[in-house]
T-cell receptor
Framework: GEDVEQSLFLSVREGDSSVINCTYT??????LYWYKQEPGAGLQLLTY?????DMKQDQRLTVLLNKKDKHLSLRIADTQTGDSAIYFC??????????????FGQGTTLQVKP | DGGITQSPKYLFRKEGQNVTLSCEQN?????MYWYRQDPGQGLRLIYY???????QKGDIAEGYSVSREKKESFPLTVTSAQKNPTAFYLC???????????????FGEGSRLTVL
């Protein structure tokens, strides 16, 4: 079945780059997303990438997609304390087009140390 | 301002009681969703609704019920049949189901339910 996996925790120092990784199993994935959840709050869409792209850059965020290995990563440059949050990887495929359903990973907690 | 409002933010329930979580949106979105979040797990879809008066079961619908009598509202009832209801519940909406597929989900701030 469809599955999305992430490591649960990442700790970095302020100013360093953070790289959060995600693997997925559904080869028919059409869209891959990164959401951010701050403590006690809902999720906010950070960025997304279509499956026919390899890379997408948006200010401090860089998304890399390796379709062969079904591996997605989110790089945050010059990480700030305000970036501390849980980051969720999610995938959507044409097979779920009847539902609009996304499959979410477990979430990676990013801790930024001053 | 447009957005999604969930209430209550915190709720305590005794075993055997039904509780209803409210979700209201003024974004004029057709599609609405309920997710459950547990520590160390991803979001799991409970129910979703693509249009008024229609809803479908998600992956973990057992012990839950919903209604969609109005476009703006999608309340979730956690029944006594739900074996492990303590969790963080998130409501979301999208313009339509295709926008939901594209990841354009707008989330509420969540409701934390604790069963005593």
């Amino acid at each position: 079945g469809e599955d999305v996996e992430q490591s649960l925790f990442l700790s970095v120092r302020e100013g360093d780059s953070s790289v959060i990784n995600c693997t997925y199993t559904d080869s028919s994935s059409t869209y891959l997303y990164w959401y951010k959840q701050e403590p006690g709050a809902g999720l906010q869409l950070l960025t997304y990438i279509f499956s026919n792209m390899d890379m997408k850059q948006d200010q401090r965020l860089t998304v890399l997609l390796n379709k062969k290995d079904k591996h997605l990563s989110l790089r945050i440059a010059d990480t700030q304390t305000g970036d501390s949050a849980i980051y969720f990887c999610a995938e959507g495929s044409l097979r779920s087009s009847n539902t609009g359903k996304l499959i979410f990973g477990q979430g990676t907690t990013l801790q930024v140390k001053p | 301002d447009g957005g999604i409002t969930q209430s209550p933010k915190y709720l305590f329930r005794k075993e055997g009681q039904n509780v209803t979580l409210s979700c209201e949106q003024n974004l004029n979105h057709d599609a609405m969703y309920w997710y459950r979040q547990d520590p160390g797990q991803g979001l799991r879809l409970i129910y979703y609704s693509q249009i008024v008066n229609d809803f479908q079961k998600g992956d973990i619908a057992e012990g839950y019920s919903v209604s969609r009598e109005k476009k703006e509202s999608f309340p979730l009832t956690v029944t006594s049949a739900q074996k492990n209801p303590t969790a963080f519940y998130l409501c979301a909406s999208s313009i339509d189901r295709l926008a939901g597929l594209a990841g354009e989900l707008f989330f509420g701030e969540g409701s934390r339910l604790t069963v005593l």
